[in-house]
Structure formats: structure tokens, C-alpha cells
């Protein structure tokens, strides 16, 4: 009986079948797939299959199907030409790219002046150019988005949202990168911060700390907040508001399309609306939303400014006869410390609003607290229309606010410091 050979011939790349190396190579990421190119022949050819780029270039560059018909370009090519010109923005692009397009998407219909603001990208060169101006490198995601878009015109209302009370107002515009450059500080209190908003009507901005210095880390984004109880002029304390800019502006962008952030005549105010703060009375629900004011707040001393907007929303389906008139509210204000205050008063805002079935009846007020957070809750009370002497109470939800994170200036701390030590030096002679 014949001897069969039992060695069989070893496997190689050469020899694999097409559809298998494909499908290996469909889970490669970009990288992998150049570095195959260097490897055979015949991986070069298959790492330049078309459809392995398809992948990539909606992973990274968020190129659709008919950007691509448009172009008349391969993927590969697509993908080529797109890292040519932002790649050194790949690990930012696709997150502040989606945000770009979700933010104007969800404007167009509703603030469509505001999306005729925005400023076409700005160049490479540009940025180059900014940088060698203020002597530091900016941080890659906010270069990535000034390539976008360059920032906004100076008008109103703001892309960085409003907010508006009886007798204040702020809206922040986007800075473009030049008018960023020519704000950028160097002075004690701000050093190497670079602002990002501003507002005409306040001179609030919204900065970058493009590096770590003066308890800051780098890439923090935060609004100013000068300490007024220190003799040091560059004590300035900070309430954080992201930790980079991609956190900052796709934190923000969310809250604007998700519906968080409402849009009143035209504009975006930043009121937060807990969906669990909501109660109902028979026939009328109380919703409440709340924002915080750091151009009216301090941390020393402690005045934490808040201001909440109230809607009084009667059913449609509630009949005619249930018809009724506020006559006056009733507050129970508690702070984070148990301190409660009460109070009681005629009417909402100098008003004694008439609810009817399908009416809806909105306010906006304003309340500070010692400490950086607390919570108010009580009732308005109501007369019907068809029986005046009957009344009844409507329940206010609870709602909480709290400020944002934030950091004391190391200038308050450092004079703390030598204020201790002082003393301690001083009772030690004493002794």
C-alpha cells in the first residue's frame, strides 16, 4: 500500500483566498491599512479595495454617499485628500464636525439669522498666524472647529445663547479667531486665557486656558470671577464649565438640540429643565427650569445668582367653567446649608394672570443664595373666574439649583498663606 504524504504545504498570505484577507482586512484601522500597503504586493492591492475606505471615511471625515457622488472620487481618494488637509485633526474632527451640522440642522428652521452669522472656516495659515501672535499653541479641537467655522458676526442674538430678566440681559457671540487673539491675556489673574464668547452688553466672556497656569489646566474652559473681597487685583476666581473645548461646545450643542435649551423668539436661553419638575393640580401643571448667572455671582463673598422660568399650563380638555385668576404666591426657600426662608406675596412679577382651558402663562424670575446651592418649592393660589369666592392652591415642584464647579484664584490663596504665616511668626515672638 502506497505511502500517503502527510506534510501538508504551509499557508501564507499568497496563498489565502480574496474574500477571506478582505473581511480581515475590513476590521483594520486606517493606519493598518497603509502600514499593509509596505507589506506584499498583494496586500498593497487589497488594502486599496475601495469599499475598505467607506468605513473610514464616515468613521472620521462623516463623508455621505451623496457628498461622495458629488465629489466624483473614490473613498480612498476621498479619504486622501480630506487627511491632507485636516488630518492632524483626526482624533477631534468627526465629534466637533457632527456637532457643527446637528447645531445648524436644528437652527435653520428656528434661528435662521443666527446660522447667517456663522463665518466660513478659517485657514490653516491663519491659525498659524494667531499662534505666532500670542506666543502659545492652540489646542487642537479648537483649531479643528475654527476650521469649520471661524467664530460669528457680532450681532444679536448669540450663537453661546441668552438670558434675559427685567433688567438684564446677556447673549454671547462666538469670537472669531482673530478678535479671540486680540483679547488674549497675559496680565496676572487671566494669564495665557483666550476668550471664546463675548457679550456686548455685559463684556462677559467665556475663556480658554490655552495653558496650565495660576491653578488653571490647560484646555479649561470657565468664566471669570473677580474676587471681591481680595486686595490683590489679580485674584480671579473661575466657574469651570468643560474641561476642553470639544467638552464645552458638544455639552452645549447637545442641550440646544435635544430641546434643553428652549428657543424664544429667536434666540437660545440657557434654562435646564428637570423633566421630574413638573406638578399637576387638577387641571394645571407647573413645569420649572432653572440657570445659573456667573456675571451676577461671586464666590467670595458667597452670592450665588440664580434665575428660574416658570410655566402655568392649564389642560385643553378642562372645562370652561374651570376658568381662573392667580391671586398670589407662597415660597419655601431652603439653601444647602437648612437655612428656610418664606415668603408671600400678591400675584407673579407684578402680575395676576388669567388661566383657561388650553392657555399657557409663562414667567421668569430670579432668587441668590449664600451657598452654592439650594432649593425652592410652595404653591400659587387661584380664584375661578365663575366663583370668586372659591379658591384653591396649585403646587410648585421642587426644584433645585446648583452652581457650577469652580476655583478659588491662587492669588487669594497665596495671600491666605502669608497671612497665616504672618500670624504664626508674630505669636511666636509674642511668646
Not at 466624483?72 to 492632524?88: A, E, H, M, P
Not at 428652521?109 to 478659517?122: F, H, I, Q, W
Not at 469651570?240 to 434666540?267: K, L
Request: glycine share 6%; hydrophobic share 35%; with cysteine.
Amino acid at each position: 500500500m502506497a505511502t500517503m504524504d502527510t506534510e501538508s504545504t504551509p499557508l501564507t498570505l499568497e496563498s489565502l483566498p480574496t474574500d477571506p484577507l478582505l473581511l480581515i482586512l475590513s476590521f483594520l484601522d486606517y493606519r493598518d491599512l497603509i502600514n499593509c500597503c509596505y507589506v506584499s504586493r498583494r496586500l498593497s492591492q487589497l488594502s486599496s479595495h475601495d469599499p475598505l475606505w467607506r468605513r473610514h471615511c464616515k468613521k472620521y471625515w462623516l463623508i455621505s454617499e451623496e457628498e461622495k457622488t458629488q465629489k466624483n472620487q473614490c473613498w480612498k481618494s476621498l479619504f486622501i485628500d480630506t487627511y491632507s488637509d485636516v488630518g492632524r485633526y483626526i482624533d477631534h474632527y468627526a465629534a466637533i464636525k457632527k456637532a457643527w451640522d446637528d447645531l445648524k440642522k436644528y437652527l435653520e428652521p428656528r434661528c435662521p439669522r443666527m446660522v447667517l452669522s456663522l463665518k466660513e472656516g478659517a485657514r490653516e495659515e491663519d491659525l498659524d498666524a494667531v499662534e505666532a501672535q500670542i506666543g502659545c499653541k492652540l489646542p487642537d479641537d479648537y483649531r479643528c472647529s475654527y476650521r469649520i467655522h471661524n467664530g460669528q458676526k457680532l450681532v444679536v442674538p448669540g450663537l453661546l445663547g441668552s438670558m434675559a430678566l427685567s433688567n438684564h440681559y446677556r447673549s454671547e457671540d462666538l469670537l472669531d479667531v482673530d478678535t479671540a487673539a486680540g483679547g488674549f491675556q497675559q496680565r496676572q489673574g487671566l494669564k495665557y486665557c483666550l476668550p471664546l464668547t463675548f457679550c456686548i452688553h455685559t463684556g462677559l466672556s467665556q475663556y480658554i486656558a490655552v495653558e496650565a497656569a495660576e491653578g488653571r489646566n490647560k484646555n479649561e474652559v470657565f468664566y471669570q470671577c473677580p474676587d471681591q473681597m481680595a486686595r490683590n487685583p489679580a485674584a480671579i476666581d473661575m466657574f469651570i464649565i468643560g474641561a476642553t473645548f470639544t467638552d464645552w461646545f458638544t455639552s452645549y450643542v447637545n442641550n440646544v438640540v435635544s430641546g434643553g435649551f428652549p428657543i424664544i423668539r429667536d434666540q437660545i436661553f440657557r434654562y435646564v429643565h428637570d423633566p421630574e419638575c413638573v406638578a399637576t393640580t387638577g387641571d394645571i401643571t407647573v413645569s420649572v427650569s432653572t440657570s445659573f448667572l456667573p456675571e451676577l455671582s461671586s464666590v467670595h463673598p458667597p452670592h450665588y445668582f440664580f434665575t428660574y422660568r416658570i410655566r402655568i399650563e392649564m389642560s385643553k380638555d378642562a372645562l370652561p367653567e374651570k376658568a381662573c385668576q392667580l391671586d398670589s404666591r407662597y415660597w419655601r426657600i431652603t439653601n444647602a446649608k437648612g437655612d428656610v426662608e418664606e415668603v408671600q406675596g400678591p400675584g407673579v412679577v407684578g402680575e395676576f394672570p388669567i388661566i383657561s382651558p388650553g392657555r399657557v402663562y409663562e414667567y421668569t424670575s430670579c432668587t441668590t443664595f449664600s451657598t452654592t446651592s439650594g432649593y425652592m418649592e410652595g404653591y400659587y393660589t387661584f380664584h375661578f373666574l365663575y366663583f370668586k369666592d372659591k379658591i384653591f392652591n396649585v403646587a410648585i415642584p421642587r426644584f433645585h439649583m446648583a452652581c457650577p464647579t469652580f476655583r478659588v484664584s491662587i492669588a487669594r490663596l497665596g495671600y491666605l498663606v502669608t497671612s497665616v504665616t504672618v500670624t504664626l511668626i508674630l505669636r511666636t515672638i509674642e511668646w
